[in-house]
C-alpha cells in the first residue's frame, strides 16, 4: 500500500469516526436528528439517527401501573412519533445505559412542535416525575390540565 493510500485510507477512518461522535449527543442539551423505529413501551423509545441507533427513555415521567393505559399510551406514541423524525434533546445516560432524552416531533404546518413526554402527561397517560419539570413549567401544567379534566389516570372510576 503506498503512502497516499494510507493517508487517503486514515483521513476517510478519522472522517467516519468524526462523523459518527458528531452524531452522538455527549453531554445535557445536546441533540440530534433521527427517526423512530420502534415504540417498546410507554416511556422507552428506538430512534434511528444514521449513523447510530439508540435507545431512549422519556425524561419526567412515570408510566402508569394500569395495563389499559400503558397500552393507550403506546398507541398514542406510536401515532405521533413511530416512523417520523423526531428532534431529541440528551439530558444523561441512566445506569442501563439508555439515553434519558426529550423526544420533539419536528415542526408541523403550524409551526407547533410536540413535547412526547408532555403529550403523555396531559392525556393523563403518565405521570410527571415528583420534581422534575423542564424549565417552561410544561410538564407541571399539562398535569393540572388532565387532573382537572380527569383524564386517563385521574379518572374517577
Known amino acids: 500500500m503506498s503512502f497516499l493510500s494510507k493517508r487517503n485510507l486514515m483521513c ?41 441507533q439508540y435507545t431512549v427513555r422519556l425524561i419526567g415521567i412515570d408510566a402508569p401501573q394500569s395495563p389499559a393505559l400503558t397500552k393507550k399510551g403506546v398507541e398514542v406514541l ?23 432524552s426529550r423526544i420533539l416531533t419536528l415542526a408541523n404546518e403550524k409551526g407547533e412542535r410536540e ?6 402527561v396531559r392525556a393523563g397517560l403518565a405521570k410527571r416525575q415528583d420534581g422534575f419539570d423542564y424549565k417552561c413549567g410544561c410538564l407541571i401544567k399539562a398535569e393540572k390540565e388532565a387532573i382537572k379534566a380527569k383524564r386517563g389516570i385521574w379518572a374517577t372510576k
Do not use: W
Open 115 to 120: 413535547d412526547a413526554g408532555e403529550v403523555l
Open 12 to 52: 476517510t477512518v478519522a472522517g467516519v469516526l468524526l462523523f459518527g461522535a458528531a452524531t452522538a449527543p455527549s453531554s445535557a442539551g445536546d441533540s440530534t436528528y433521527g427517526t423512530i423505529t420502534e415504540v417498546k413501551a410507554i416511556n422507552l423509545l428506538a430512534i434511528d439517527c444514521g449513523a447510530a
Open 78 to 100: 406510536n401515532a405521533l412519533v413511530l416512523k417520523h423524525k423526531v428532534q431529541m434533546r440528551f439530558e444523561y445516560r441512566n445506569n442501563k445505559n439508555e439515553m434519558v
